[in-house]
């Protein structure tokens, strides 16, 4: 499986982005998704997940009400939808893929496969 991270940029505070990743193989519709960020100098932490059936969701609390993680199986891409963007969330964005046999969920899950990254800079 090969994700492709997409949709980056530099944005003003306030403003939006959507990110996108394309993932490669047959059984994306069974993946659990999640999107992660690392800032310069911390550790990368999971920012939203979405389940295989795309029922579920979880948010970060510094995302809550700002962002939206979305999903098309058609298409074998997950969005995240970033609204409202505070020079806070700069950091580089990476999409994971949580493949049968999926373990844990959200923050906890083991996830399988990473795409490259995409640099997300929110100016002041």
């Known amino acids: 499986v090969q994700l492709q991270a997409s949709g980056g940029g530099l944005v003003q505070a306030g403003g939006s982005l959507r990110l996108s990743c394309a993932a490669s193989?047959?059984?994306?519709?069974?993946?659990?998704m999640g999107w992660f960020r690392q800032a310069p100098g911390k550790e990368r932490t999971v920012v939203a997940a979405?389940?295989?059936?795309?029922?579920?969701?979880y948010y970060a609390d510094s995302v809550k009400g700002r962002f939206t993680i979305s999903r098309d199986d058609a298409k074998n891409t997950v969005y995240l939808q970033m609204n409202s963007l505070k020079p806070e969330d700069t950091a580089v964005y990476y999409c994971?893929?949580?493949?049968?046999?999926?373990?844990?969920?959200?923050?906890?899950?083991?996830?399988?496969?990473w795409g490259q990254g995409t640099q997300v800079t929110v100016s002041s």
């Open positions: 994971a893929a949580d493949a049968p046999p999926l373990r844990g969920w959200g923050p906890l899950a083991v996830y399988d496969y």
């Open positions: 193989g047959r059984t994306f519709s069974n993946y659990n």
């Open positions: 979405i389940n295989w059936r795309g029922g579920t969701t």
